[in-house]
């Protein structure tokens, strides 16, 4: 029998009893123990060429040598761990298949080493299969002393010790697990990103980009060339010349205050004002970015401003308003403001028309120093459209003279006011308009205002006896009088409880219609006015232009005022007929002279000539006319007149033009202010020339509050007349002018 069938611990299947040391019940392999069929199966060799489970057996029958053979070693020593404790490790025999059996080699080869603490014993274990031959060296085993054996006991399995369920080892990171989640979570953003980008540009794409253009938006006015303004001949009166504005854009400005302080002496603007534009500022929840400091900056100045190169202060093209006379004509042109806009005369009574529509850029710019226009950007500009240019009807060397000899008679009278007109018949154009005192137009700041007021259409009088060739005229119109009719007069006349009384007593002497006029008799002129009546007077004053604006083109035009019939009382029946009690312009009384020199048939009197728009010249709308007299009456009348120049001591002797026939009248009245009668006289002269054929009429009123305006009135009119007609050209009159009879027998 071979040594294996003689083992006692192996049944008759060849199987070891106590197997189940290293199974569970009914032979299972435990948890983490080999087995058959289990990772034990496998082939792992050693280097002696012995499977796993062949080296397993070999160990235990070395562990029961050991055993048995340290009792006879003197029990010393340390207690070895029993090999099934070992073979408890659950990743022994995996660890065994994974490095090719090296394990179980290893732990051979351990068993050579001495083992310390041991009693001095050290001896060597080898491994030997079941079954093998004993080595040489290796001693005898004991023999079994003949005898009965024991009864076999019946095989039992061995105890099952309390099963321990093994700790599973960590799952190992897996590297294909995480690149497919980093993939997904990549696509998984990149696809939010993809479908945001498409969500701005299909849906809020009009929102986003409105808001961001804005943002980037400036905005700069291109000014409208101003138009200029010309006399009949194509002089300038005024124009506009290049310039400079300078501005401010806050949100650059770095130091408010000392930018303010070193611009204020260059622009003429207080640094308080400066330094309130330059604060940043919002506008419609858009941030202010432009800012006028100030229009119309000489060339000279904008250098130096310039030189200065002041963060955020920027210069652009601009112009300035320039009046090349000066005070020539001042009073009806008017001044501009900085800005260009129109504030006095027919700068602002025609502004719209001048000023034209400021053009506009709007385009996109970059923020902070990048501040210029964005290449490709947005970008709008609006054109701007030059204003329209006036032509005057005024004479601008006829105008000159006017102011001139004005100024020298009215000076002669301390205090004065002074007003001329000169008006071209056939037309109704006004030649000339001065007005005394004037001011300079081309730095209007240092005068008053009162300098500044065009005194023909703004000073409102009492005419007085000027007054009374409408009177006249109207009793002729009316057929209640005519050249040859005489009247008795007195030399006073009362009427309600004022006594009204004549310069030159007639002292009840039959007194011509000439005569009356010559010598201006209140108490004649009174009692034709009785035999008009208070309505058809008033009818006929309305017919020569009272009462109403001329609408000549100046601005703030005094209408005057008549005063109703039913508002007469007793005393307004020998008032009004000789011109007190009503209210009048000396442009009105021109107008109204006007209309008797020409044929009866009044014409408004008007300054402009004509527009210039992009160089198409349009004439101006022309005059209203309508007739007042008959040109019978009209030439009967004016004839008449000439005796206030050529009578004997009549009153308009001082206004006479040598080598012309003058037909006019003086006057004295009273000037109002608000209602308020003022102190004082006003003296007047309106006349006509050539008599026989009238060209020019010229209206001169001079107000002095110390009386004496009769006495330069009448001279300046002859002045402003005489250098009228020959600077026209106009020739001295052939015939003389007729013989009037102030008492015929």
Same mark, same amino acid.
């Given at each position: ?57 070999? /160990?235990?029958?070395?562990? $029961?040598?050991? @055993?048995?053979?340290? *009792? &006879? !070693? #003197?029990?010393? +020593?340390?207690? %070895? =761990? ?19 059996? /090296?394990?179980?080699?290893? $732990?051979?080869? @351990?068993?050579?080493? *001495? &083992? !310390? #603490?041991?009693? +001095?014993?050290? %001896? =060597? ?19 079994? /002393? ?6 076999? @006991?019946?095989?039992? *399995? &061995? !105890? ?35 479908? @945001?980008?498409?969500?701005?540009? !299909? ?543």
């Amino acid at each position: 029998m071979s040594p294996r069938s003689e083992d006692p611990r192996r049944d008759a299947t060849g199987s070891r009893r106590g197997s189940s040391d290293r199974t569970g019940r009914g032979g299972e392999p435990r948890a983490g123990e080999p087995g058959v069929g289990g990772i034990s199966g496998a082939r792992a060799y050693t280097p002696r060429g012995r499977t796993v489970r062949e080296s397993s057996e070999q /160990r235990d029958q070395v562990d $029961r040598s050991e @055993r048995a053979a340290r *009792p &006879a !070693a #003197g029990g010393g +020593g340390q207690r %070895r =761990t029993p090999r099934s404790s070992r073979a408890a490790d659950p990743f022994r025999p995996a660890l065994q298949v994974l490095d090719g059996g /090296r394990t179980g080699q290893g $732990r051979a080869g @351990r068993r050579d080493v *001495p &083992a !310390a #603490g041991r009693t +001095g014993v050290v %001896r =060597t274990v080898r491994a030997r299969p079941v079954g093998a031959e004993p080595f040489d060296d290796e001693p005898p085993a004991p023999r079994r /002393r003949p005898g009965p054996r024991a009864p076999r @006991r019946p095989d039992r *399995p &061995a !105890a099952r010790r309390p099963s321990r369920k093994p700790r599973r080892p960590p799952k190992l990171a897996d590297p294909a697990r995480r690149l497919r989640l980093g993939t997904v979570l990549t696509l998984a953003l990149f696809a939010t990103i993809g479908i @945001r980008l498409v969500f701005l540009q !299909a849906a809020d794409t009009p929102a986003f980009a409105g808001g961001g253009v804005s943002d980037r938006l400036n905005r700069v006015e291109l000014p409208a060339p101003r138009g200029a303004i010309y006399d009949r001949s194509g002089a300038l009166l005024a124009h506009s010349v290049e310039a400079r504005y300078v501005y401010a854009d806050p949100v650059l400005v770095e130091n408010v205050g000392a930018t303010a302080k070193a611009l204020s002496p260059l622009l003429g603007v207080p640094v308080s004002e400066l330094a309130e534009k330059m604060r940043p500022r919002t506008v419609n929840r858009t941030l202010l970015r432009f800012q006028y400091l100030a229009r119309g900056v000489s060339i000279d100045k904008a250098k130096q401003v310039a030189a200065l190169k002041l963060k955020g202060i920027f210069l652009h093209r601009d112009e300035r308003r320039e009046v090349p006379g000066g005070d020539l004509a001042a009073n009806l042109i008017g001044f501009t403001g900085q800005d260009m806009v129109g504030l006095e005369g027919i700068e602002a009574k025609y502004d719209d028309l001048l000023r034209g529509v400021d053009g506009k850029r709007v385009f996109e710019a970059g923020q902070g120093n990048l501040a210029a226009p964005i290449p490709g950007g947005y970008s709008q500009t609006t054109p701007a459209q030059p204003g329209s240019s006036l032509e005057l009807t005024i004479e601008g060397d006829l105008q000159y003279q006017a102011q001139r000899m004005l100024k020298a008679q009215v000076d002669k009278v301390r205090g004065s006011v002074g007003a001329a007109v000169v008006m071209e018949v056939p037309s109704g154009e006004v030649l000339a308009q001065a007005s005394h005192p004037t001011y300079d137009a081309a730095d209007p700041t240092r005068s008053r205002p009162t300098d500044r007021e065009d005194a023909a259409t703004s000073f409102v009088v009492d005419p007085g006896s000027v007054h009374k060739a409408i009177t006249f005229g109207a009793a002729l119109q009316e057929g209640l009088i005519t050249p040859e009719t005489t009247i008795p007069l007195k030399n006073t006349i009362e009427k309600g409880d004022q006594v009204f009384r004549d310069s030159h007593r007639a002292n009840g002497r039959a007194m011509s219609i000439p005569g009356m006029l010559a010598y201006s008799s209140n108490v004649g002129t009174i009692t034709v006015g009785e035999m008009l009546g208070p309505d058809r007077l008033i009818d006929y004053q309305k017919r020569f232009g009272l009462g109403r604006a001329t609408g000549e083109g100046m601005p703030g035009e005094a209408t005057g005022r008549l005063l109703p019939a039913d508002q007469w009382s007793g005393s307004s029946h020998g008032s009004v007929p000789i011109g007190h009690s009503v209210d009048a312009t000396p442009l009105q009384m021109t107008a109204a002279y006007a209309a008797i020199a020409n044929k009866g048939t009044y014409v408004q009197p008007h300054l402009i000539r004509a527009t210039v728009t992009d160089g198409k010249r349009t004439p101006a709308p022309p005059p209203v006319t309508r007739p007042v007299l008959s040109e019978r009456n009209a030439v009967a009348l004016r004839t008449m007149l000439e005796a206030v120049t050529t009578v004997d001591n009549a009153t308009g002797l001082a206004a006479a033009v040598p080598g012309y026939r003058i037909a006019g009248k003086t006057g004295t009245g009273w000037r109002y202010d608000n209602g308020v009668k003022q102190p004082g006289e006003v003296g007047s002269f309106i006349g006509m020339a050539p008599a026989e054929n009238p060209r020019y009429v010229v209206a001169v009123f001079v107000w002095s509050p110390n009386g004496g305006g009769g006495t330069v009135a009448a001279p300046a009119f002859r002045d402003i007349m005489g250098f009228t007609l020959r600077q026209q050209r106009v020739p001295p009159s052939t015939t003389p002018a007729p013989k009037f009879v102030v008492y015929p027998r």
